[in-house]
């Protein structure tokens, strides 16, 4: 059964005294593919960013999974959300370094993230593929490479 995930009330964002953000109420489910379709300067970077748990709103509330998400508790709830950027980053070194970055972060052992992430390699969107091994170095370099890493990160873990 579909579970709510992220659940947004009464919030509005402000910046310095612009409001940029008004939403009453939005709900995002589990197993759910949503689409945030508006003009340049709507508020949709700045929605994906409250929604991610990487800004608090001027007022309202954020939940995750039930819980109230505030400026004390946020962080073990963003360990448990991952963003891709429009422009991801990428560290100069090979595939599996880079995929492996946010488990390293993290504070995960070596054989704790090779667990995780070997069953992502070859599995859509894929973190290798035939032309970046895993080893190999220079997938920054290519912007669909460092898209395919960065949203093959997203899932592993
Ligand atoms: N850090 C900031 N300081 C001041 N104003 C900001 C800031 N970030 C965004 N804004 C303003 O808030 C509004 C919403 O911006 P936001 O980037 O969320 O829109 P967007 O829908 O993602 O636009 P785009 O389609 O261009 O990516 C815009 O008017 C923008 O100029
Ligand atoms: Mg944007």
């Keep these: 059964m579909?579970?709510?995930v992220i659940a947004l009330r009464d919030i509005a964002v402000e910046y310095g005294?612009?409001?940029a953000l008004q939403?009453?109420?939005f709900d995002i489910q589990s197993s759910e593919v949503?689409?945030?379709?508006g003009p340049n300067g709507a508020g949709k970077s700045?929605?994906?960013r409250i929604a991610g748990l990487l800004q608090y709103p001027s007022a309202g509330k954020v939940y995750f999974r039930n819980e109230q998400v505030n400026r004390k508790n946020s962080m073990g709830f963003r360990r448990r959300v991952a963003s891709v950027f429009q422009e991801p980053l990428l560290l100069n070194t090979s595939v599996y370094d880079n995929a492996a970055l946010g488990l390293?972060?993290?504070g995960l052992?070596?054989?704790k993230i090779e667990r995780l992430l070997r069953?992502?390699?070859d599995r859509p969107p894929r973190l290798a593929s035939r032309s970046h091994t895993l080893r190999r170095r220079g997938a920054k370099n290519e912007f669909g490479a460092r898209v395919r890493l960065r949203a093959g990160s997203a899932f592993v873990g």
């Design 34 to 37: 949503l689409a945030l379709i």
């Design 104 to 106: 390293r972060l993290r």
């Design 17 to 19: 005294g612009f409001t």
């Design 119 to 121: 069953p992502w390699l």
């Design 109 to 111: 052992d070596r054989a």
């Design 2 to 4: 579909a579970e709510t």
């Design 23 to 25: 939403i009453p109420s």
């Design 46 to 48: 700045t929605l994906l």
